[in-house]
């Protein structure tokens, strides 16, 4: 928990955009500790955390890493907005991300001869204290990562698997084995946009 505090609790002078259309240049901080995220904003001496229904988007520049970053309050799971982050966007497609803090528990079940076979819970950290460590049972909190796909011309969203992209899964999955993407890093989410529009002879270069 103490790693992830330090993501938390992390400040950064930024901008954020009001569904009135207002802006305001403040210090806030991204929380990830509901799905749909959370932003503090320093104001004087008060904290005041903002939601989804209040901010249409909000950005700041990161001094450690030398990145800009980008966030929406977009409607991409049953409906119900979220803070997802700009990540990639070319004329046909972009790449969104999302982040929480969740709850994984593991519990051990005796198995067949003594042997223990475990399962894993992933319960959001609004629930997490309804759980108790126990001899049988064990709770670790991590940061849960989500990849949204977009077509840009059509404004559909898809949770990003090859399925996203299925005139060319076959010839993706190639393309995925031969370069051993493992779907761990943005750039392996990338390139598999780019073969795609490159199997599907697309380029912006072509486009008025």
């Known amino acids: 928990m103490e790693q992830l505090s330090e993501v938390v609790d992390q400040w950064y002078e930024g901008e954020v955009t009001f569904w009135s259309g207002r802006t305001l240049l403040c210090q806030l901080s ?3 500790l509901v799905p749909e995220g959370l932003v503090k904003v320093a104001d004087g001496d008060l904290t005041r955390v903002l939601t989804v229904y209040d901010i249409e988007s909000f950005s700041f520049y ?3 890493t030398y ?10 799971i049953n409906n119900r907005p979220m803070f997802v982050e700009l990540l990639y966007e070319d004329c046909f497609y972009a790449i969104l991300g999302s982040r929480s803090i969740v709850a994984e528990i593991t519990n051990y079940v005796p198995g067949p001869g003594g042997a223990m076979s475990r399962s894993y819970e992933y319960v959001n950290m609004s629930y997490a204290h309804a759980y108790q460590a126990n001899a049988a049972s064990v709770t670790k909190f991590i940061m849960d990562y989500r990849w949204f796909l977009v077509d840009v011309e059509n404004h559909q969203a898809h949770d990003f698997n090859l399925n996203a992209l299925d005139d060319q899964r076959k010839e993706l999955r190639k393309f995925v084995r031969a370069n051993k993407l493992q779907f761990d890093t943005l750039e392996d989410y990338i390139a598999v946009v780019q073969k795609y529009e490159d199997l599907t002879m697309r380029s912006c270069k072509d486009l008025p």
């Open 30 to 32: 991204y929380s990830p």
């Open 62 to 64: 990161n001094h450690d």
């Open 67 to 76: 990145t800009d970053h980008t966030y929406y309050s977009l409607p991409l």
